[in-house]
Nanobody, 124 residues
């Protein structure tokens, strides 16, 4: 059983930056791919980014490519999402998730454990 806790969300102006973090409060995600999903207001949860267990392979949804960077520090058991050039449409609750396997999954069903989410609000 893995329990995940996100932090780093907040209110930022368009064009600004935030860095989200995710740590396991119980268990470990060292041998799992991990990812970030987001749920905009009134919409379904959607995939944002993922990274494999070694931290060598990443994958992003098109709308965040070139602006967001996912990374992990396995020594610190921490997952990050650096978000630059934020836009109002990035406003959402951001969730981290630990995958069932080591390789990069993009579907929600391929993730076994989820955090409670952290709110990111980008003002125009």
């Amino acid at each position: 059983q893995v329990q995940l806790v996100e932090s780093g969300g907040g209110l930022v102006q368009a064009g600004g930056s935030l860095r989200l973090s995710c740590v396991p409060s119980r268990g470990t995600f060292m041998n799992r791919a991990v990812g970030w999903f987001r749920q905009p207001p009134g919409k379904e949860r959607e995939f944002a980014a993922t990274i494999d267990s070694a931290g060598s392979t990443t994958y992003y949804t098109d709308s965040v490519k070139g602006r967001f960077t996912i990374s992990r520090d396995n020594a610190k058991s921490t997952l990050y999402l650096q978000m630059n050039s934020l836009k109002p449409e990035d406003t959402a609750v951001y969730f981290c998730a630990a995958g069932r396997y080591m390789t990069v999954p993009t579907a929600m069903g391929e993730y076994a454990y989820w955090g409670q989410g952290t709110q990111v609000t980008v003002s125009s």
